[in-house]
């Protein structure tokens, strides 16, 4: 399985744009990079999926390299409730065994 | 619309005692997973079902059972229960694979909060 890493914590206040970026050096041919945001005490949701390029859905836009072995979530105009734990995963795209590594901390302040 | 339903939402068990919990996937969906979160840590994959087979298996501990029913409603079971299994316990599911029109995501419930004193 892919391993990915990203940053333990991110600042930022609102309405600036964020960017996570997180690597993923091993990524496999058939493998897509999913991003999830969590609230403490509350399941993981699904943010944004992308194989290649760019991917742009109403809350957030996924770039991801030609060589795909990093990915970068970028969130548009922060707002306080965007604080939440990031993750990126890679995976076949089935949800087969998705694993979760660290996420990112992201604090937004006022 | 209906979303991945887990019960109960909180229980407390004592060492050595057995847990069961529950989970009803959104209807139609055929895969479910389970992940156990323990505090500040983050989601750790147990095990999987697809189509009432155990699909993939991660760090579940040899105390702990699960399956997928006829139904697609899936149960986790816990025996011996120690202190260190105090944790959320979340089951996600997923919806047929149909190729290119199956993103893969997962919808999580909101969880079991375990409790062993």
């Known amino acids: 399985l892919a391993k990915t890493t990203q940053p333990i914590s991110m600042d930022s206040y609102e309405g600036q744009e964020v960017n996570i970026t997180c690597s993923h050096n091993?990524?496999?041919?058939?493998?897509?990079i999913t991003w999830y945001q969590q609230f403490p005490s509350q399941g993981p949701r699904f943010i944004i999926q992308?194989?290649?390029t760019k991917v742009t859905n109403e809350v957030a836009s996924l770039f991801i390299p030609a060589d795909r072995k990093s990915s970068t979530l970028s969130l548009p105009r922060v707002s306080l409730s965007d604080t939440a734990v990031y993750y990126c995963?890679?995976?076949?795209?089935?949800?087969?065994?998705?694993?979760f590594g660290a996420g990112t901390i992201l604090r937004v302040k006022s | 619309a209906a979303g991945v339903i887990q019960s109960p939402r909180h229980l407390i068990k004592e060492k050595r005692e057995t847990a069961t919990l529950k989970c009803y996937p959104i209807?139609?969906?055929?895969?479910v997973y389970w992940y156990q979160q323990g505090p500040g840590q983050d989601p750790q994959f147990l095990i999987s079902?697809?189509?009432?087979?155990?699909?993939d298996k991660g760090s579940i501990p040899d105390r702990f059972s699960a399956q997928q029913f006829s139904d697609y409603h899936s149960e986790l079971n816990m025996s011996s229960l120690e202190l260190g299994d105090s944790a959320l316990y979340f089951c996600?599911?997923?919806?047929?694979?149909?190729?290119?029109?199956?993103?893969?995501?997962?919808?999580f419930g909101e969880g079991s909060r375990l409790t062993v004193l």
């Open positions: 996600a599911s997923s919806a047929p694979r149909s190729g290119a029109a199956n993103t893969g995501e997962l919808f």
């Open positions: 091993n990524i496999a041919t058939n493998d897509y």
């Open positions: 079902f697809y189509e009432k087979m155990q699909s």
């Open positions: 995963l890679v995976g076949d795209g089935y949800g087969n065994k998705l694993v």
């Open positions: 992308g194989y290649k």
């Open positions: 209807p139609r969906h055929d895969t």
